[in-house]
């Protein structure tokens, strides 16, 4: 059984940095395109970051370039989103997901409050 | 970027009635690449249709997908109590994904 298990998120302050993680099992993850999205309080979904499956391609939405960064260790099967500069308007659930043909397969979403 | 626009935002409707759901793109999108997820609170997404028609396992039949190029549909044919939710239509063909921005379908 494929599964995502998001961790990490919490309560930071405007500014702050906070790195999400998510442990992938049930399918070779080295195989996959990986990607996280969010979805702010009673808002629709955001992609955030894409990562090519080799780490050697990444693409983000405009308004988390060079703040956000994504990453991944095939070895460890571990999906990573390193926040810095964190504001207001980047709280949400974020989730982690894995695109294949066939559709996006989610996690459960780790919820980050950036808050004063 | 590829736009997703859905209409309508709200849609309420009784149980046993039809729900069509609309997804259009500011330009055309891959059918192999287009998807539709319902969603309901506290809940992560849910897959329902992949490839624009093709059903996601375990998904019932009354859920259907149609549509080609910059038009998609999301089709319920008799809704049962469960299916009031929020429904996304998603592209994910191209290195950067977007989403629409969503149709609630409500209890009238």
């Known amino acids: 059984e494929v599964q995502l298990v998001e961790s990490g998120g919490g309560l930071v302050q405007p500014g702050g940095s906070l790195r999400l993680s998510c442990a992938a099992s049930?399918?070779?993850?080295?195989?996959?395109?990986m990607s996280w999205v969010r979805q702010a309080p009673g808002k629709g979904l955001e992609w955030v970051a894409n990562?090519?499956?080799?780490?050697?391609?990444?693409y983000y939405v405009d308004s988390v370039k060079g703040r956000f960064t994504i990453s991944r260790d095939n070895a460890k099967n571990s999906l990573y989103l390193q926040m810095n500069s964190l504001r207001a308007e980047d709280t949400a659930v974020y989730y982690c997901?894995?695109?294949?043909?066939?559709?996006?397969?989610w996690g459960q979403g780790t919820l980050v409050t950036v808050s004063s | 970027e590829i736009v997703l626009t859905q209409s309508p935002g709200t849609l309420s409707l009784s149980p046993g009635e039809r729900a069509t759901l609309s997804c259009r793109a500011s330009?055309?999108?891959?059918?192999?690449?287009l998807a539709w997820y319902q969603q309901k609170p506290g809940q992560a997404p849910r897959l329902l249709i992949y490839?624009?028609?093709s059903r996601a396992t375990g998904i019932p039949d009354r859920f259907s997908g149609s549509g080609s190029g910059t038009d998609f549909t999301l089709t319920i044919s008799r809704l049962e109590p469960e299916d009031f939710a929020v429904y996304y239509c998603?592209?994910?063909?191209?290195?950067?994904?977007?989403f629409g921005q969503g149709t609630k379908v409500e209890i009238k």
């Open positions: 997901a894995r695109a294949r043909v066939q559709g996006v397969t």
């Open positions: 049930g399918f070779t993850f080295s195989s996959y395109w």
């Open positions: 990562i090519k499956q080799d780490g050697s391609e990444k």
């Open positions: 330009q055309s999108v891959s059918s192999s690449y």
């Open positions: 490839g624009a028609s």
């Open positions: 998603q592209q994910y063909g191209s290195s950067s994904w977007t």
